[in-house]
T-cell receptor, first 111, second 114 residues
């Protein structure tokens, strides 16, 4: 079945450094979504990418969808302590309409 | 506007007991998802309903797990009998457009089976 792999599993950065997490799907995706989960919280939607090669920005966050629609990345510029949490990608393969989550990248930021 | 409401927030039970988790999706949303989150396995999709009908239940671990959605405003996830390996946080999420649009997650139900 459809699998979504995400790396790295953990990332520790100094405040002000950049951060990137990568997501790869075993199958072509119709869309990909990104979520953030704060410690002890629930996943919160950040963005959805639909088009091949699409790039979207939200302030310091840049999201990219690969040309083949099988991979995606999230880049945070100049991390802040408020960026702490786990970032998940979630892919929709389209056949059943369900959303398969990667295992997430846990980001810690040292002030 | 109220978000997705789950109950109970925490449940501690003994092995062999029946557990029922409840979810009220956002009014007007036609899709509902149950996910289980553990450190080892991450967020696993258990079952997905669209217009109260189960569309994909391939993630339901085994016959001990069952889910129902009797109407558009209520869903239950039942585990009978429960086992220690069922300990996890169970999230319910709803959306307007299935997996095409944003999923709104509830706060989760943390289950501990002793």
């Amino acid at each position: 079945g459809q699998q979504v792999m995400q790396i790295p599993q953990y990332q520790h950065v100094q405040e002000g450094e950049d951060f990137t997490t990568y997501c790869n799907s075993s199958t072509t995706l119709s869309n990909i979504q990104w979520y953030k989960q704060r410690p002890g919280g629930h996943p919160v939607f950040l963005i959805q990418l639909v088009k091949s090669g699409e790039v979207k920005k939200q302030k310091r966050l840049t999201f990219q969808f690969g040309e083949a629609k099988k991979n995606s990345s999230l880049h945070i510029t100049a991390t802040q302590t408020t960026d702490v949490g786990t970032y998940f990608c979630a892919g929709n393969g389209g056949s059943q309409g369900n959303l398969i989550f990667g295992k997430g990248t846990k980001l810690s930021v040292k002030p | 506007d109220a978000g997705v409401i789950q109950s109970p927030r925490h449940e501690v039970t003994e092995m062999g007991q029946e557990v029922t988790l409840r979810c009220k999706p956002i009014s007007g949303h036609n899709s509902l998802f149950w996910y289980r989150q553990t450190m080892m396995r991450g967020l696993e999709l258990l079952i997905y309903f669209n217009n109260n009908v189960p569309i994909d239940d391939s993630g339901m671990p085994e016959d001990r797990f069952s889910a129902k959605m009797p109407n558009a405003s209520f869903s239950t996830l039942k585990i009978q009998p429960s086992e220690p390996r069922d300990s996890a946080v169970y999230f319910c999420a709803s959306s307007l457009q299935g997996a095409v649009g944003e999923l709104f997650f509830g706060e989760g139900s943390r289950l501990t089976v002793l």
